[in-house]
């Protein structure tokens, strides 16, 4: 018999009224063994697999804290060790594609953690956090994908985490790969793959996060700080001489198109470069940032020469995860660019 993991950390799919006040709203409340109930893993095929919980915290995603990831890694690293063939992990929607590409650097657990939510919480007709779960564990199981760090799993779609985001705020089809496409899909209880992703870097390293209790009791360090800077239209970025004095260690400048600011911009750009590691990526969401295309003040070659990182193929979002990951580790200033060209653009 298999034996599939859920860790659970709260969000929609686990939403519903405390009390009789509908207009209070929802808070996350089900459990991890609920959740996975109602998405009948008992008559998946290949038989019923032996399910273990750990309900890592119970929050709206836009709480979950890297610690909490810790903790993820950690309870699958004892999952394995108990014989488990893959982990499903549930949260809320707001942060997963986030999670999923934090799971993507830090798991070394050897187990493939399949991120999934919902879109309409459980007291919703229609709810779709049951099949979710279903197509999440199905993925963990598969053994083609055996071997990768992490996955996004949603209504029904395989999701690298280098590509997904949540492009809805309330469709059930709310995450999509702009840039590759999924890699495949889930259909009559089977795993249809179309692509495999690019292959993940190494685990930047994993600090014990003792144990898997839950983390919002315990005082976990507080990351380094990383500004993400989305470069407006006719935007001179004169705030970015606060955030040394705001105690942040690092930046990543979301560029207008291929990775550019206006000239208006650029003293204030170079300036922070030269106090903290700064990365240049692209607002567009989707595409490698430019490196060697355009020559006039403010883009990509002059900000480059001006010791910006390119983020390579990484979105803002993730660059920004990565360069805390980095920081983190302790990785000098000097090999950040190294980790950064792992992601080839
Ligand atoms: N809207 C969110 C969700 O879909 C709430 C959250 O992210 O916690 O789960």
């Excluded at 993400?228 to 970025?237: A, E, K, T, Y």
């Excluded at 990565?322 to 000097?334: C, F, T």
């Amino acid at each position: 018999m298999s034996r599939l993991h859920v860790i659970a950390l709260g969000g929609t799919i686990a939403a519903t009224n405390s009390g009789t006040d509908s207009a209070s709203g929802v808070t996350p409340s089900v459990s991890a063994s609920e959740i996975a109930a109602a998405a009948g893993l008992d008559t998946l095929p290949g038989g019923a697999p032996e399910v273990t919980f750990d309900q890592v915290a119970q929050v709206g995603s836009g709480s979950i804290t890297l610690g909490m990831l810790d903790a993820v890694v950690a309870s699958a690293r004892q999952a394995r060790t108990d014989g488990a063939r893959g982990v499903v992990l549930t949260q809320g929607t707001d942060t997963l594609a986030d999670s999923a590409f934090v799971l993507a650097l830090i798991n070394d657990s050897g187990l493939p953690i399949i991120a999934t939510g919902a879109m309409r919480n459980p007291t919703l007709p229609g709810a779709d956090g049951p099949a979710n779960v279903r197509a999440a564990a199905l993925t963990a199981l598969d053994p083609s994908l055996a071997g990768l760090p992490s996955l996004l799993v949603f209504a029904d779609e395989i999701h690298s985490p280098l590509t997904v985001t949540k492009a809805h705020t309330t469709s059930v089809a709310a995450f999509a790969s702009p840039a590759a496409g999924p890699l495949g899909w889930v259909s009559e209880d089977r795993v249809i793959l179309q692509h495999m992703p690019a292959t993940l870097p190494g685990t930047l390293t994993v600090p014990e996060a003792g144990g898997t209790e839950s983390v919002e009791e315990t005082s976990e360090p507080i990351p380094p700080r990383v500004a993400l800077v989305s470069v407006g239209f006719d935007d001179d970025l004169a705030y970015l001489a606060g955030l040394p004095a705001a105690g942040y260690a690092g930046a990543v400048i979301a560029g207008v198109g291929g990775g550019h600011v206006s000239t208006r911009a650029i003293d204030a750009v170079a300036a922070l470069a030269e106090k903290m590691p700064v990365v240049l990526a692209s607002r567009t969401g989707a595409g490698a940032v430019l490196e060697r295309t355009y020559g006039y003040p403010g883009a990509e070659i002059d900000l480059l020469s001006r010791g910006l990182i390119p983020a390579k193929m990484l979105d803002a979002d993730r660059a920004r995860l990565l360069l805390i990951l980095a920081l983190r580790a302790g990785v000098p200033a000097e090999k950040l660019p190294e980790v950064f060209a792992a992601f080839r653009g």
